[in-house]
């Protein structure tokens, strides 16, 4: 089993929301990554945990606050969100976070910030 | 600071060879890989580069020069279903960790 399950699909949100987006794997892969991507442009690393802790916070708003449960689930929450906020966020997990691996993406949510 | 210029579109037909490059600056190299997009989708995996030289999977091949800090992907006999975006993307950071960062990306347009 080689997937990553992001959900939901597509969020619309108002600025005052408060809203969480998920993410799964279950590959035993030890470090998972949160994307921001706008049409037409490159994934832009936000945050990656490694075994469980955060390793990198790409200077992300606190608008945006991850978590990690467990070793299989990834969480980002929402809250109090701009216009230019609205993107497609990829999640991504590997085996390591160090060392030659491959990034596994999932499908991605398309966040609508109204 | 980190760069990584790949031409913005490229246009070919079916059947035809076409080679994507892609020109990197950045500290601590670890690696070139290749990610394929289509439109509405996931980033998929295509290929890593950490030595120089030529590494191919089946029609797609994809090339590293650390020397000239460039890299390409080179797709043979193209599909339709090749019409996407490609993505090269840099493994760097330390021994302790690594990201990727991804170049501007490349739209595919393959006509029949």
């Known amino acids: 089993d080689t997937e990553v399950t992001q959900t939901p699909k597509h969020l619309v949100m108002g600025m005052t929301n408060k809203k969480s987006l998920k993410c799964e794997q279950h590959m035993g892969h030890r470090a998972m990554y949160w994307y921001k991507q706008k049409a037409k442009k490159p994934p832009e690393l936000m945050f990656v945990y490694s075994y469980e802790k955060l390793s990198i916070n790409e200077s992300v708003p606190s608008r945006f606050s991850p978590e990690c449960p467990n070793s299989s689930l990834l969480n980002l929450h929402l809250h109090a969100l701009q216009p230019e906020d609205s993107a497609l966020y990829l999640c991504a997990s590997s085996q390591e976070a160090a060392g030659a691996d491959t990034q596994y993406f999932g499908p991605g949510t398309r966040l609508t910030v109204l | 600071g980190q760069s990584l210029e790949q031409p913005s579109e490229v246009t070919a037909v079916e059947g035809a060879i076409v080679q994507i490059n892609c020109t990197y600056q950045?500290?601590?190299?670890?690696?070139l890989s290749w990610y394929q997009q289509h439109d509405g989708g996931a980033p998929t995996f295509l290929s890593y580069n950490a030595l120089d030289g030529l590494e191919e999977t089946g029609r797609f091949s994809s090339f590293l020069s650390r020397s000239d800090s460039y890299g390409y992907l080179l797709l043979q006999e193209l599909q339709m279903k090749d019409s996407a975006s490609y993505f090269c993307?840099?493994?760097?950071?330390?021994?302790?960790?690594?990201?990727?960062?991804f170049g501007t990306g490349t739209r595919l347009l393959v006509s029949p």
């Open positions: 950045t500290s601590g190299f670890y690696g």
């Open positions: 993307a840099v493994r760097e950071g330390n021994t302790g960790f690594q990201k990727l960062v």
